[in-house]
Nanobody, 130 residues
Framework: QVQLVESGGGLVQAGGSLRLSCAAS????????MGWFRQAPGKEREFVAA????????YYADSVKGRFTISRDNAKNTVYLQMNSLKPENTAVYYC???????????????????????WGQGIQVTVSS
């Protein structure tokens, strides 16, 4: 069983920055591809960013490229999402997700789909005011 706990959300003005963290339980965290998704009120959950188990490959939604950065620290069992130049349309609940399994690999095709991930955090609110 994997537990994911997000932190770092809150209220920020447009143009500001936040860094989300996702702390994971489990001894094999370092083998899990990880992702961030978000869901705004009345909308479907959408892909934001993903990272391979080693951190060597990253994937981003077009809407956040150049502004958001995903990273991980396997020694701390934590994945991060640095969000810069935030916009009001980035307001949403942000979710951390993990794909478990010793042979889990991530590709540009799988990274963006919610069904690829086995475990989800409870979500954390990010609100960007104009």
């Amino acid at each position: 069983q994997v537990q994911l706990v997000e932190s770092g959300g809150g209220l920020v003005q447009a143009g500001g920055s936040l860094r989300l963290s996702c702390a994971a339980s489990g001894r094999t965290f370092s083998s899990y591809p990880m992702g961030w998704f978000r869901q705004a009120p009345g909308k479907e959950r959408e892909f934001v960013a993903a990272i391979s188990w080693s951190g060597g490959r990253t994937y981003y939604a077009d809407s956040v490229k150049g502004r958001f950065t995903i990273s991980r620290d396997n020694a701390k069992n934590t994945v991060y999402l640095q969000m810069n130049s935030l916009k009001p349309e980035n307001t949403a609940v942000y979710y951390c997700a993990a794909r478990s399994g010793a042979t889990a690999t991530i590709t540009s095709a799988t990274a963006t789909t919610t069904s690829y991930y086995d475990y989800w955090g409870q979500g954390i609110q990010v609100t960007v005011s104009s």
